[in-house]
C-alpha cells in the first residue's frame, strides 16, 4: 500500500472514531452553559434560586388549570370537609388522566421521544450533525436547565460573513416540532438562508435527557436563550424565535417571558393542543382528554402569543392536514385552510392587539381572507376590498406617534407602546375592514406546502414591523 492510500485510510478511520465519539458519548460530553451562569447586573433576568429552580420556570397558566373561575368561591370560604370530599371525587380522574399521560398520551403528543424511533432515525441524525459540523462549522454545547436535565444544541455562526443584507448577524433559534431534530428539522430553512441558528432538542429527544412535557420543554427554552444572550452574546433585539408546529409552545414562551427579543416566527402551528388531541381521540374519552391535556400537555400557544409585545408572523401551510380540524366538519376536505388551527391564532392576535379594529366588520372581513387557500384567491379578495396600504400605514404610524407624545419612558416597551392599542375607533366600516385586512396579510403569510415538508428558505422571513 501506497504512502498516500495509508493516509487516506487513517483518516478515514479517525473520522469515523470522532463520529462515533460525537455520537455515543455525549453523556461524558462536559458541560458548556448551566441556567444560572448569567453574570452582569444590568440583565432583567436572573438565574432562579435553587430553592426556585426545583418547581422549574414560570408557565402561564388559565382557569382551566385551576386559577380562579368567576363564581366559583374563593378557597377560604370552604370548609376543610368541602376540600377533602373535592379531593376524593377527584382522585379516580386525575390518576387516569396521569396514567393516559405518562403511557399513550406522551407517545402520541411527542412521538420523538420513543426510543425506537431515536434509534430508527439514528444514521440520519449521524449524517445530519456532520453536515452541521463539516459544512457549517456547528459548535455542538450541552446545556443544564434548571430541572437537571441536560440539553443537546448545536450553534452555526455566520457573524464573520453576515452577508449583504446582514442576516448573519441575527441569532435564529430554532424549536423542532414532536418529532423534529436540530439535526434534520426546521433550522435548515433560515440556515440556508444566511442567519446565524441555534439549534436545540427536547428533552428526551436525541442527545437530551429527560421528558418532554411543557414544564421541562420551558425549563430547556429557559436555558436555551440565557445560552444565546449570556455566552453566544447576541443582542436581544438581533435574536429571532422560530416554532415549527409543536415547537410554537416553546417558542411563544421564550418571546413571553423575554419579551425584548427581536422577532417571532410560527410556522404550521396552532392556537391550542385540545381541539386537536379531541380529532384523533375516541369521542367518549373527551372528558378525560380535556382534562389530560389541560392538566400536562396545557400547550396554550394562544395565550402566550398575546403576551408578545413585538414582531410576529405565522406562516400558515396550505395542505396542511395536521394542525387542522376540518375532519371534524364535513362539508369541508380534511385539508381545507379554514378548518386550520392557525387561522384562530391569527384572530386572536389580532383581537388583543387591534380590538377596536377587530370588533364586528373586522373580525368577519379577516374570517373570510382566511378561506383564501391560494396566492391568487388571497390577492383577489384583497383587491376587491382596494385596501390602500399607504393609508393603512399613515393611520397606524399616526396612533403610535401619538403615544410616544403621551406616555411616559417607563410606559414605553421594548417594541413601541404596549398592546391592546386603540387604534381604529371612530372610523368608518368600510376603514375598519381595510385596516382589518391590512393587519391580517401583514402578520400571516401562506406556504404551499404539507405539515412535514421542509421549508424553502426563501419562505423563511421576518416578520414586518412598523
Request: aromatic fraction near 10%.
Amino acid at each position: 500500500m501506497c504512502v498516500i492510500c495509508f493516509v487516506k485510510a487513517l483518516v478515514h478511520v479517525f473520522k469515523i472514531y470522532l463520529t462515533a465519539n460525537y455520537t455515543y458519548n455525549f453523556r461524558n460530553w462536559p458541560v458548556d452553559f448551566r441556567w444560572d451562569d448569567v453574570h452582569g447586573a444590568g440583565s432583567g433576568h436572573r438565574a432562579l434560586t435553587c430553592a426556585a429552580a426545583a418547581a422549574g420556570v414560570w408557565l402561564l397558566r388559565d382557569a382551566a388549570l385551576g386559577g380562579d373561575v368567576q363564581g366559583r368561591p374563593p378557597h377560604g370560604a370552604r370548609s376543610q370537609t368541602q376540600c377533602l370530599l373535592q379531593q376524593i371525587r377527584e382522585l379516580p380522574g386525575q390518576l387516569a388522566s396521569y396514567a393516559l399521560a405518562h403511557s399513550l398520551g406522551r407517545w402520541l403528543v411527542y412521538p420523538g421521544s420513543m426510543f425506537l424511533m431515536t434509534r430508527a432515525l439514528l444514521p440520519l441524525l449521524q449524517q445530519g450533525q456532520e453536515r452541521l459540523v463539516e459544512r457549517y462549522h456547528g459548535r455542538r454545547a450541552k446545556l443544564v436547565a434548571c430541572d437537571g436535565n441536560e440539553i443537546d444544541t448545536m450553534f452555526m455562526d455566520r457573524r464573520q460573513q453576515p452577508g449583504s443584507q446582514g442576516q448573519g448577524l441575527r441569532l435564529v433559534i430554532c424549536c423542532e416540532g414532536n418529532a423534529g431534530f436540530y439535526e434534520m428539522g426546521c433550522l435548515s430553512a433560515p440556515l440556508e438562508a444566511g442567519y446565524s441558528v441555534l439549534g436545540w432538542n427536547h428533552p428526551g429527544f436525541g442527545g437530551s435527557t429527560g421528558a418532554p412535557f411543557p414544564q421541562h420543554d420551558a425549563n430547556a427554552m429557559d436555558v436555551v436563550v440565557k445560552y444565546a444572550l449570556h455566552r453566544l452574546h447576541f443582542p436581544p433585539k438581533h435574536v429571532v424565535v422560530y416554532g415549527w408546529s409543536i415547537g410554537g409552545f416553546t417558542a411563544t414562551w421564550a418571546t413571553m417571558t423575554y419579551p425584548e427579543l427581536g422577532a417571532l416566527v410560527l410556522d404550521a402551528t396552532f392556537d391550542d393542543l385540545v381541539p386537536l388531541a379531541l380529532k384523533v381521540m375516541p369521542h367518549s374519552w373527551k372528558g378525560l382528554v380535556v382534562r389530560t391535556v389541560r392538566e400536562h400537555f396545557n400547550l396554550n400557544v394562544a395565550e402566550q402569543l398575546c403576551c408578545y409585545p413585538g414582531p410576529v408572523l405565522l406562516l400558515r401551510r396550505t395542505q396542511d392536514d395536521v394542525v387542522s380540524t376540518s375532519s371534524h366538519l364535513p362539508t369541508l376536505p380534511p385539508s381545507d385552510v379554514e378548518g386550520n388551527r392557525g387561522n384562530e391564532l391569527l384572530l386572536r392576535l389580532l383581537q388583543h392587539r387591534y380590538p377596536a379594529v377587530m370588533a364586528r366588520e373586522g373580525r368577519a372581513v379577516v374570517t373570510r381572507w382566511l378561506r383564501a387557500s391560494s396566492l391568487a384567491q388571497e390577492a383577489a379578495f384583497y383587491a376587491r376590498y382596494r385596501v390602500d396600504d399607504e393609508w393603512c400605514l399613515a393611520t397606524l404610524r399616526s396612533y403610535r406617534d401619538c403615544c410616544q407624545e403621551d406616555l411616559e419612558d417607563q410606559d414605553w416597551g421594548p417594541h413601541g407602546p404596549s398592546f391592546p392599542w386603540l387604534v381604529g375607533q371612530g372610523l368608518s366600516p368600510r376603514r375598519r375592514r381595510q385596516l382589518a385586512l391590512f393587519l391580517a396579510h401583514k402578520h400571516l403569510k401562506n406556504v404551499e406546502a404539507t405539515h412535514c415538508s421542509p421549508l424553502d428558505p426563501e419562505d423563511f422571513q421576518l416578520p414586518w414591523e412598523l
